[in-house]
């Protein structure tokens, strides 16, 4: 079940992240949650805690989770819905990324976001190391929350998302720090 006015999901824990993919982008949502490495359910997701790779834009799978309903020992399980300091002890983080050791997870509800309008990816290079440090200082202190972001020695490359006018702004934003730093664009 999709709720677009509170932008949550909610959903068998079985089920396969590229059908609950589908699924969203269909309604122009998208789930933000690219995981590292092969992961077919939303079960293996949760249960094994794996890293998203756009986790600067949208955070990890315990952040994108709302709330679980799991069975243990023939009996049902359901974190709430709510503020977590309202709830007493936050059981969501110790069933994610325990296995099935506590509980088996049958349902979630997760957050979802509006497709991207805009996707830019930059790649940026520096002659020198230092130089390129020193974009790195600007570029975090900037504000600018990429989708991915890879350093290498002395290159850099950042993908965005979001709407067409703030990736527009990013971008003009990181050409200037990359020029301030006497990068060059690729």
Known sequence: MIDKTSLLVTCEAGEGLVDL??????EGLS???RPQGR???LREALEHRIPNRDALLYGGIDDLCVSLQAA???ETIATRNVPRASTGPDFKKIL???GRRHARLLKAVLRVHPLPAARETLRLAWREKKNRDAFLKAFWGSGIRPARFRAGPRSVTVSLEGSKEMTSAEKRCLQKIAKETRGKIL
């Not at 993919?21 to 269909?26: F, G, I, P």
């Open 31 to 33: 789930l933000g949650y």
């Open 96 to 98: 994610i990324g325990s």
């Open 39 to 41: 992961v077919s359910t």
């Open 72 to 74: 243990r020992k023939g």
């Open 21 to 26: 993919e589908k699924r969203l982008n269909r």
